[in-house]
């Protein structure tokens, strides 16, 4: 992987952390989800959330908020959904968009 | 590279044909109000789609009335991921894993390479892996005395909807698995035969009518792990070519460093005060998986009877024990991470751990796909009109009310209170 692009990474856990890690991950699902709607589903989108949801459980283990961890496993649902349509989509989509032409 | 980084082309792979043609077999039929008896072409040796078992036959294939192939299967994969991450965190809560960790079973559990590649590879029937985490809870509850019927048929329920889906393999594998946990221990042999009669019961539909018009014995076993460096490559390492004749997404393992971590801390969690630990009853099923997987082991033994026949390739069972180890190398890091002396540096670890694991997404990047190139010529319609046979139907329809009546069965001991363990 290029070096401006884990450079990119590493700006985005720290900004994530430093921001508000619960804001980051709460921002950052919407933000894939539309990134999904405008076929922009660029890797960068996934992984911001992924951090994000990382700080958020870093949060979490430390404070031990009982509705802070629910809602951290309710966007953890909803970023495996998105996973699973971001990855999933363009391989089945065009896997079925090549053969129906 | 063998797997040209999931760029694969869909019109040439089998793979994917099959799978167009399952989805829209169903759309052709729903669109002219008939069953799918019939496929004009054969896949998996039989054109009987209802006695295929890796064939989606669950109510909701009527949304492909108005859906696309291509639209319902990617509805199906977020269904499956978002049932599997409900049922994880129940697990987690049930191990009484802190967030953090649970993060790391979530990323192994989501992003691990079996599943990214060969969901790649157009082996669609792999989003019923993310189903998995609902077999671990009911082993769990079972395993910690909660042997109730809801219990039960929670687990039986977990498998059918396996079946549902198309998952044949990971039914097999997760039976293979259930069965290592009832048999390692005599007080659970009752609650195994009762999931049994249950699963039986529930699976039927899909059941009976592959045993009764589709059965094979003449599969030829392909292979399994040949050696422990390639079981380790496939965990940590980069994609390689060909090995044996078989792709690499039919080794693909991995977990990442993090994640072999884990699956180290589970598998050596044999000393007397793990032993004594709830999850630790996964330890033996996931051994003998990982055994089964290696080498002809399964050929000699599983491939030989009915059903079992199916696993053409026995590397694809270590699926079950990376996650089987994942879990109680987990639990034992949550112990570490949770004791009082040193946290900041333990949740720092443990972070950083986490942040470790961001190679795997970046990893499932690489096996997406590239544009369309060139569409293939598809047939107007992928129906055939041929005698259906008694014996066909009779199986379908005996199959389909012993599966529905047990439903309904099933379906009301889960709408029972739930006890204290339950919860």
Known sequence: ?101 | MVFRAGDLDWHVTNDWLKEWTYATAWQEALRHGRLPWFLADSFQTTNRLLANPETVASPHVIALRWLSPGTFLVLNAAICAGVGVVALSRLCQALTLSPLISFAVFAVFLLNGHIVSHLSAGHLQWITCWLLPCLFLFLFRAGTGDRTARTETGLALSLMAMTMLGGWHVFVWSVIFVTAWALADRSRWMFALRVALWTGSLTAFRIAPAAAVYASSANIFLGGYPSVGVLVGALVGEPRDAINGLSWWEYDAFVGWVGFALVCAGAGAIDRARRASAEHQWWLPSVVLLALSSSDLYKWTLFRLPGFVSERVSTRLVLLTVLGFTLIGSAILNRWAAQPSGRLWRTASVGAAGALMLPLLFRANLFRPAPAQVPAALPASVLAMQPVGLSYSVSVGIGAAISLFALALALRHQRARPTLANC
């Open chain 1, 1 to 101: 992987m290029a070096v401006a692009q884990w450079a990119w990474v590493v700006a985005a856990l720290v900004g994530a952390i430093a921001a508000n890690s619960s804001i980051a991950a709460v921002v950052g699902l919407p933000a894939a989800l539309l990134m999904q709607l405008t076929h922009r589903s660029a890797v960068q989108v996934p992984a911001i959330t992924f951090l994000g949801l990382l700080s958020w459980a870093v949060v979490v283990h430390v404070r031990r908020h009982a509705l802070l961890e629910r809602l951290w496993w309710f966007a953890a649902g909803l970023w495996a959904m998105g996973f699973a349509v971001w990855f999933s989509a363009p391989a089945i989509l065009t896997g079925m968009s090549r053969m129906t032409g």
